[in-house]
């Protein structure tokens, strides 16, 4: 993966959602590939760790008073 800046990882961030639900399942897969580390399937529940720096990104997202820290 080639390095993102903060204001692209932020605007994918925040485009994640409509990029994923309006791509061809090929593209789907590269977008899964970029955002998921070790996904599993454990029944039908998916399992997976999130890519540095997608991590952290929804550390921040759901964190209230992330900047207090």
Same mark, same amino acid.
């Given at each position: 993966?080639?390095?993102? *800046?903060?204001? #692209? ?7 994640? +959602?409509?990029?994923f639900e309006s791509s061809e399942p090929a593209? @789907? ?14 029944? +039908? +529940?998916? $399992?997976? #760790?999130? +890519? @540095? ?5 929804? $550390?921040?997202? *759901? *964190?209230?008073?992330w900047l207090r820290r």
């Amino acid at each position: 993966m080639g390095s993102f *800046t903060v204001s #692209t990882t932020i605007s994918l961030a925040r485009r994640a +959602k409509t990029l994923f639900e309006s791509s061809e399942p090929a593209e @789907k897969r590269v977008i899964l590939n970029l955002l998921l580390q070790n996904p599993t399937l454990n029944g +039908k +529940k998916l $399992e997976f #760790t999130l +890519k @540095k720096p997608w991590d952290v990104v929804l $550390e921040f997202a *759901t *964190t209230p008073n992330w900047l207090r820290r």
